[in-house]
């Protein structure tokens, strides 16, 4: 129980800190949604108000169900193991590098992965690019994410040291979400930069699946998946939804999932439609052969 006792207690106090954090990005968020209406810069505010509902649901979820399942699981999985890491300065920064590292992967695969990007899709399915962008990120992510973060945990990291790293990673993206800063030159081809993110949100065919990294781009230098903003960005998804209902922007895919698997053919084509990549059907396979 001592165990549990700190861990929690260490997380409150993090999670004290991390709210703070959280509340001035809020504040620049909403700073910027009434400036851009008052300078004449977004006169239609549906996509706005879509994106701070979304955060409501993500707020009240992650407070109850999803939080509880994310930290219980990664502490259990903590507490069973026979060694941890020490918790010192040089493992804060390894810690960052890994979350970091893992984010790059977990980012690619909901991408490449058709149920992973059906919650995924939620935060790229707006046709603008602003700050409240950073707030569209699907109701069902949080039950899902702390899977690919398990490897931290048996690396032997705290579990908060690993929660904070993460945190770290994902509150860095916020301000990249913006199309008021242009190219930054060399940091665009070592971080993640409005510049560089704005491609990774980009439906153009040569934007599409690149620029996976959190903070670092050289990840994406490194597996091949790094593209330099060079041509003006359409934002949103290839198949537009064209609605600012929360309800249908968090479940669409989900929907078109279950149609699909519900109208296959044979059992390797409904797997084909969960598993296999967005845009994959089994008449696309044949032609590929």
Do not use: C
Request: aromatic share 16%; charged share 15%.
């Amino acid at each position: 129980m001592d165990f549990i006792d700190h861990h929690f207690a260490a997380f409150s106090e993090a999670f004290n800190i991390l709210e703070l954090i959280g509340l001035v990005f809020l504040i620049a968020i909403v700073s910027e949604t009434v400036w851009d209406f008052f300078s004449g810069a977004r006169r239609k505010l549906g996509e706005s108000f879509a994106n701070y509902a979304i955060a409501l649901g993500n707020i009240l979820l992650e407070r109850t169900v999803y939080g509880l399942v994310f930290v219980i699981m990664l502490v259990t999985i903590s507490y069973l193991l026979p060694y941890h890491l020490p918790v010192t300065w040089w493992t804060w920064m390894l810690a960052v590098l890994v979350a970091d590292f893992t984010h790059y992967w977990m980012h690619r695969w909901e991408h490449e992965v058709r149920f992973l990007w059906a919650y995924h899709s939620v935060h790229h399915s707006s046709p603008e690019y602003n700050l409240t962008t950073a707030l569209r990120l699907g109701w069902v992510e949080g039950f899902i994410e702390w899977v690919f973060f398990v490897p931290m945990i048996l690396i032997g990291f705290d579990v908060v040291q690993a929660i904070i790293a993460i945190s770290i990673v994902v509150a860095y993206q916020t301000w990249i979400h913006t199309e008021k800063v242009g190219k930054l030159g060399w940091a665009d081809r070592v971080f993640n930069t409005p510049s560089v993110h704005r491609v990774h949100h980009g439906s153009n065919s040569r934007y599409l699946d690149k620029n996976y990294g959190g903070i670092l781009i050289i990840w994406d230098r490194l597996f091949g998946t790094y593209q330099a903003e060079d041509e003006k960005v359409t934002y949103g998804i290839t198949n537009p939804l064209e609605t600012s209902n929360p309800l249908i922007i968090n479940f669409h895919e989900f929907w078109a999932i279950g149609r699909d698997v519900k109208n296959a053919d044979t059992w390797r084509d409904a797997f084909g439609y969960v598993f296999r990549g967005p845009g994959w059907s089994p008449a696309r396979k044949e032609q590929n052969k």
